[in-house]
C-alpha cells in the first residue's frame, strides 16, 4: 500500500511546480556505489534500467513556466485574488494549490512506468477530468514517488480543500486505484462457509496450483518482453501478485499466495528474467556447435557445459527441461541452453577474455545511456506540443461556437492565453503544429527503438559477466548441486506429509 501525503501551497505556486518537473528527480538513476567489483557485478544484473521521464499534465501544459500561467489564469477567474499574493500577517492565507505525494515502499518492486499510471489514474479518479493538474513521478531515491501539483479551482470553478476530510477521501481512493493495480493485498476471507470439493482438491495435492501456475508462466515466457510484462500479463489472467523482496503470486479461488521462488528453480525472479532474454538465443546447430579454437572465456564455457552433461547423466543436477515435451537430455536442459547461447554470443562477436567483454559492456552502457539523453528531450517536446494542440483545437472549436456558457467562456479564455503565447494565428499555424509533433513522434519511435536494442544488448552481455564470474569463482556448478539436494529434501517431505495424512484416514476410519 502507498502512502499518500497533501501539503497546502499557500505561495510560490512556481517554485512547486519548477521543482516537480525538474528532469534530474523525474529519472532513474543508478543507486548507491556497490562495495566491490564484485557487488558491482551483482547490483548490475538487477537494478532497473529506466532512465527515462514520466511527466504529465490535464487541463495546463506539462512545463512549470506555461503550467504556472494556465493556473494562475484559472485561480483569479474564480476566487477573485491575486495568485502571487504573499503571505498574510495574520489569519489564514488562501490555499492556491494543493501538492500530493504518492510513495511507494522500496520493498515494492514497481517501476516508474506503473507507479505514473497509478498516479494518473488516482487524479481522474479522485478529482475528474475538469481538474487542473501536473503529475510527475520522481525516481531519484530509494523509493518510487509521484509528484502531483493541482490547482485549488478546477477549469469549472469546483474548489478543492486541504483538510482532514479531503485528505481521507484521497486516500481511499489511492488505496482502491492500487487495489486495482495488484499493490494493495487482499484481505483473507473469515467465516463459516465451508470449502468447495475442487478448492479442497487442490490445497490437499499441494502442488496442483504450482503446477497450473507454473504451466501459465511458461505459456507467456516467450511473449513478453521484460519481467514486469510478464506480471501485467498474469495479472490479465486474474492472478494477484504480491511485490516487494520476495515476490509471491495467488491464482483466483487459491487461498494463499506462494513465492515464486518456492515453485522451482526455473522461477525465481533471477531466473525468469534470464529465461526471458534468452528466449531467442540460438538455433540447435549453434547449441551443439562448440568453437574449433578456443578463447580463454570460451574454454571456461565449454568446460562448464561438458560438467553439466556429466552431472545430468549421473542424475546429481535438478532437472530443468527446456522443452517439456522432450525426454530430458544434457541438451534439453535450460542451463545447458543458455550456457549455450552465451557461448554462441562470445563466439559471434570474437570476445577473446573477460576484459575485452567488459569493455564492451561499458561502450554499450554508453550508447544505452545516450539514447535516453536523446529520448527524454524529444519525449518532453512531443508532450509540451500535444498539450497546445488539444488547448488549440478547443480554442478554434469555441471560437466558432455562437453564444458560450459561462464554463465555455472560461475554457476558451485558457486557450487563448496557451494559443497567443505560442503565437497559433490560425488553423494553418494549428495544422503546421500537428505536422511537426507528427515528425517528432516518428523520430521518438525511432530513438526508443534503438533504446530498447542497446539496452538489450547491455543486459545480454552483462549477464554473460556475471555467469563467467560465478563459473570461476565455483558457485555456479556448486549452486545447481544444491538445488538438487533441497528438491530431493522437499520432495522427501511432501512425501512423508502425504504419508501421515493417508494414516491418519485410515486410524479415523478403524474406529
Known sequence: MPILKSSAVHTSVNRCLRYV??????????????????????????????????TSALNCLCDPDEAYLNMKMIYEHFSGKSYNEPLRYSGKSPVKAIHYIQSFSPDETITPEKAHTIAKAFVKKTFGDDVQVIIATHCDKAHVHSHIVINSYSVTGRKYYDNWTSREHAREYSDRVCQVFGIELLKRQKGGKGLKYNEWEHRRKGTSWKQQICAEIDSLIGVVADINELYAELEKKGYTIKHGNAPAIKAEGQQRFVRFKTLGGDYTEDRLRSRILWKDGLSNAEMNAA????????AVYVSTIERLHILITEGKKIPRPRNPDLPYLPNNDHDVYILSAQLSVISRNGIGSIEELEHKIENLKEDYEGAIKQINPVTAEVSRLEGIIEQSEK?????????????????????????????????????????????????????????ETSKKQYEMYREIANTYHDICEGDYISRLIVAEKEKNEEDRQENKAEQQTITQKKKGLRR
Open 395 to 451: 480554442y478554434f472549436a469555441l471560437s466558432d461556437k455562437g453564444e458560450l456558457s459561462a464554463a465555455e467562456q472560461v475554457m476558451l479564455n485558457l486557450c487563448g492565453q496557451t494559443v497567443k503565447a505560442n503565437s497559433i494565428a490560425n488553423r494553418a499555424d494549428l495544422d503546421r503544429l500537428k505536422k511537426e509533433k507528427s515528425e517528432l513522434d516518428a523520430r521518438l519511435t525511432e530513438l526508443k527503438h534503438t533504446f
Open 21 to 54: 518537473l525538474n528532469p534530474d528527480k523525474c529519472r532513474m538513476h543508478l543507486s548507491g556505489q556497490p562495495k566491490s567489483a564484485h557487488d558491482a557485478r551483482i547490483q548490475g544484473c538487477r537494478e532497473r534500467q529506466e532512465d527515462l521521464l514520466y
Open 291 to 298: 568453437p574449433d579454437s578456443q578463447s580463454p572465456i570460451q
